[in-house]
T-cell receptor, first 111, second 116 residues
Framework: RKEVEQDPGPFNVPEGATVAFNCTYS??????FFWYRQDCRKEPKLLMS???SGNEDGRFTAQLNRASQYISLLIRDSKLSDSATYLC????????????FGSGTRLQVQP | GAGVSQSPSNKVTEKGKDVELRCDPI?????LYWYRQSLGQGLEFLIY????????KSGLPSDRFSAERTGGSVSTLTIQRTQQEDSAVYLC??????????????FGPGTRLLVL
């Protein structure tokens, strides 16, 4: 089983749609969670951290479910500029001082 | 301010040659990470440096891979006797520090390595 699993997609949605991605992680001791965005042939950039109580940043909402070991990202009112790959990222707290990245979910917003 | 920079941006080499990839982290960032990303894949952790502590090399795939960080700043990733499976984008990231909760990592643009 992969340490961090995501549906690779692609998710093809029309502009204005609401889309949600889930991600599961294997290590229950994981401490912190993030969503990164990666545009084609570009480096990953932090989109938002994910807090236990859930958090919102404009059109983006992140949720954490520790019991089921998954995190989610909801994008409302999708824009063409949201087209990218969304990477689920976990700090597994295994002593390795680096993040574990999922393979990403590709989103394509269509006009 | 300046972000993380990497050089070269692209590197084409022949199988069996050695390559050196360079990373300049954000000034003041004590933590530096190397990852690689193969086509269509997620990021694979390679090595981590934190201040003057011994680096975490647990992600290096073979002894052909090594990295140094001089003066707590610039880092060089060296791949000896390159193989075709080494072809990937090599990404460097830095963060201000590392604590119980991971500090945000800022990525450089990467070096695209192609081994022929």
């Amino acid at each position: 089983r992969k340490e961090v699993e995501q549906d690779p997609g692609p998710f093809n949605v029309p502009e204005g749609a609401t889309v949600a991605f889930n991600c599961t992680y294997s290590n229950s001791a994981s401490q912190s969670f993030f969503w990164y965005r990666q545009d084609c042939r570009k480096e990953p950039k932090l989109l938002m951290s994910v807090y236990s109580s859930g958090n919102e940043d404009g059109r983006f909402t992140a949720q954490l479910n520790r019991a089921s070991q998954y995190i989610s990202l909801l994008i409302r009112d999708s824009k063409l500029s949201d087209s990218a790959t969304y990477l689920c990222v976990v700090n597994q707290d295994t002593g390795r001082r680096a993040l574990t990245f999922g393979s990403g979910t590709r989103l394509q917003v269509q006009p | 301010g300046a972000g993380v920079s990497q050089s070269p941006s692209n590197k084409v080499t022949e199988k069996g040659k050695d390559v050196e990839l360079r990373c300049d982290p954000i000034s003041g960032h004590t933590a530096l990470y190397w990852y690689r990303q193969s086509l269509g894949q997620g990021l694979e952790f390679l090595i981590y440096f934190q201040g003057n502590s011994a680096p975490d090399k647990s992600g290096l795939p073979s002894d052909r891979f090594s990295a140094e960080r001089t003066g707590g700043s610039v880092s060089t990733l060296t791949i000896q006797r390159t193989q075709q499976e080494d072809s990937a984008v090599y990404l460097c990231a830095s963060s201000f520090s590392w604590g119980v909760y991971q500090e945000t990592q800022y990525f450089g643009p990467g070096t695209r390595l192609l081994v022929l």
